[in-house]
């Protein structure tokens, strides 16, 4: 994340930061069906890892994460969404308000 990031002192972000920075062993990657079913129609999401293409999804979300498959990426555009880097959503939301952490 950017060093602007470091000087946000939002416990969302402090949270978020924890959860990217963990070791790859204890991440996983989060699949489209599974953000289908936990989030509702214009939602913005932070996914601590990948976003992988596999399911489909059903509404469209603003999605941030560490990295993602160009077709998860297609999938998300297809259903009317966005992708956005880490440091983006943080400027866009500084206190994390209405954004949800998938991990």
Known sequence: ?????KKNKSPFWARVRELVSRSSRKK???????????????????????????????HPLTVAAISSSHSAKAAVAKAGGK?????????????????????
Do not use: C, W, Y
Not at 40 to 53: E, F, I, M
Not at 90 to 99: L, N, R, S
């Open 1 to 5: 994340m950017a060093e602007k990031s």
């Open 28 to 58: 996983r990657g989060v699949n489209l069906s599974r953000l289908s079913a936990l989030t509702q129609a214009g939602q913005t999401v932070v996914v601590a890892d990948k976003v992988l293409g596999s399911g489909k999804l059903a």
């Open 83 to 103: 992708f956005l880097t880490l440091a983006q959503l943080e400027v866009q939301h500084p206190t994390g308000k209405d954004v949800v952490i998938l991990i």
